[in-house]
C-alpha cells in the first residue's frame, strides 16, 4: 500500500481514538458501526473495536484492500470511496460512463466533504515529504514501536495498570480506548496496550501481584431504595469507585440501572451472584 494510508487517521480523527462523528463514526480510522462488523470488529457493552488501535487498523488495511480490488488499483478511487462509501462512488462512475465522460476521480460527481478529503490527504502527504524545501520542521519519530501487548491472566482495571506500570492514567486510556469501561473484559481476552519502556515494569508488578488484589467488576441492577452508599457498602467498595467505573457525572442512580462495581476477584463470583439473584 502507499504510504499515504498511515496519513488516513490524521484527516480523520487527528490520530484521536475517541473521536467521533455526527453519524456515529468513531475512532482513529471513523469507522461506521455496519463497516466496522462486516470486517470484524466487535461492539459490546466492555469493547468497542473502532477505537482499538491494533484491531481498528488492521480492519482499515483489509477495508482499503477490499476497495482497492474493486476499483482495479486505482487509489484515489479507493480512498474516495472510503470517505464516500464504495455505493456512492460507483454510482458516480457509472453516471460518468453512461455520459461517456472520464471516470478518474477528478472528474466525478461526489459529495463536496470527498472532493476536499483526497486534495488534504494529498497536500497533508507532500508538506511531510517535502518538509525540508517548505521550510516545516517536523518532530523526529523514532522508528520503533511505542507501544506493545501486555497479556493479563485475570480482568484489569486501566487506572490500577496504570499505577502499577508508572504510567500516566489518561496515556493508558488513549493506548487501550476500545476498552468502554476502563477495564478488560470480564471474560477476556485480557490484554493491555503499554508503552515499551513501561512494559516490564507492569508484567514485574503483574507477576508479583495476587490475583486476589486486582481490580474486577461485578454488575448490578439498581432497586428501588438503593443509594451509592449502600450499594459500595454491601460490595465492599467505595462510592468514588462507583463513580469513577461508571463515569457517573453525580451520585445519583435510577431504578433499573445497571452498574458496574469494582470489587477483588476474590469476592467478584458472589457479588455477581447476588445481583443476578436479587
Known sequence: MPAEVALIPMIESGYNPQATSPSNAAGHWQFMPTTARNFGLKNTRWYDGRRDIIESTDAALNYLNYLNNLFDGDWLLTLAAYNAGEGRVARAIKQNEMKNLPTDFWSLDLPAETMRYI?????T?????????LGQNLSEIPAEPYFTEVIVDSPIGLQQAAELAEVDLQELEQLNAGLSQGATPPDGPHRVLIPTTQAELLQTALDELPIEDRIDYASYTVKSGDTLGGIAHRHSTSVKNIVDANKLKNTQIRVGQTLLIPSTSSTLASKSIQSGSS
Open 125 to 133: 502527504a507532500r508538506a511531510i515529504r517535502d518538509a525540508d524545501d
Open 119 to 123: 486534495p488534504r490527504l494529498l497536500a
